[in-house]
């Protein structure tokens, strides 16, 4: 056995024992204590939720000013999924919401997520930036929501990560809430991006990607780029 092949053996066994005690980290401290402050709380194997400091949530027991993480009632979230609040960004989280397994849901600085109650995220969702989804609202495997965007126009020296970083304090163009009302319904691997509105009881085909507001509600829409489809029949008695 040549050094290179121990060396190389050395980190691999280093990378896995971090690996171990972060997940130990997660699963027997930090997530116990997690579902202790918040008793309808339950986290799958594997999951983590980052950003929320517990030492912070503790002294909110106190303090006028809400935690970045608010749960209200009971609240599943599936194995593997990856719970991310940057500073100053808050996650509401209502009563009988589900996050599916493998999901992520990622809240920007100084932005707000809020689900609320009865909402299910489907496994392998994607939702980030600054989001409100209604109530009863369903969401298929593999959606993907975000409001982040990036800045394209500028010096033609700069990089895209440039312009961001010069001009990153412009909310109007960074971070354009995505608004789903109740009982909206979205299907497999359709992507909701920044600004967008769905009135109530909107449906979502499946694939479509929906690039502007459909704030009627009651309307069948898909595509690339998503139009309206038809409306949505009633029975006779409506």
């Known amino acids: 056995m040549n050094l290179r092949t121990i060396v190389r053996f050395i980190f691999r066994c280093q990378r896995l024992t971090k690996s171990i005690s972060t997940?130990?980290?997660?699963?027997?401290?930090?997530?116990?204590?997690?579902?202790?402050?918040?008793?309808?709380?339950?986290?799958?194997?594997?999951s983590r939720v980052v950003g929320p400091k517990l030492r912070e949530i503790f002294l909110n027991l106190s303090?006028?000013?809400?935690?970045?993480?608010?749960?209200?009632?009971?609240?599943?979230?599936?194995?593997?999924?990856?719970?991310?609040i940057a500073r100053g960004g808050t996650l509401e989280l209502e009563?009988?919401?589900?996050?599916?397994?493998?999901?992520?849901?990622e809240v920007t600085p100084?932005?707000?997520?809020?689900?609320?109650?009865?909402?299910?995220?489907?496994?392998?969702?994607?939702?980030?930036g600054c989001v409100f989804i209604?109530?009863?609202?369903?969401?298929?495997?593999?959606?993907?929501?975000?409001?982040?965007?990036?800045?394209?126009?500028?010096?033609?020296?700069?990089?895209?990560?440039?312009?961001?970083?010069?001009?990153g304090d412009n909310e109007d163009l960074l971070r354009n809430e995505i608004l789903l009302s109740e009982s909206t319904f979205v299907g497999v691997g359709a992507t909701i991006l920044?600004?967008?509105?769905?009135?109530?009881r909107s449906v979502v085909a499946a694939g479509s990607v929906v690039t502007k507001s459909f704030s009627n509600g009651f309307e069948i829409?898909?595509?690339?780029?998503?139009?309206?489809?038809?409306?949505?029949?009633?029975?006779?008695?409506?």
């Open 23 to 46: 997940n130990y980290y997660h699963e027997v401290w930090r997530n116990r204590l997690l579902e202790s402050f918040y008793p309808g709380l339950r986290i799958g194997l594997g």
């Open 63 to 84: 303090n006028p000013i809400p935690p970045r993480l608010i749960v209200k009632g009971c609240v599943k979230v599936g194995i593997s999924v990856n719970i991310s």
């Open 95 to 105: 009563d009988s919401v589900f996050i599916g397994d493998y999901s992520k849901i």
């Open 110 to 128: 100084n932005s707000r997520i809020i689900i609320r109650e009865r909402s299910t995220v489907d496994r392998f969702g994607t939702i980030a």
């Open 134 to 167: 209604d109530r009863d609202c369903l969401l298929a495997p593999r959606v993907f929501i975000s409001s982040g965007s990036h800045i394209f126009d500028g010096p033609k020296s700069s990089s895209i990560r440039e312009l961001d970083s010069e001009f």
């Open 194 to 200: 920044p600004g967008c509105t769905l009135g109530r």
């Open 221 to 238: 829409i898909g595509g690339v780029p998503a139009e309206k489809i038809r409306n949505v029949t009633f029975g006779d008695n409506d």
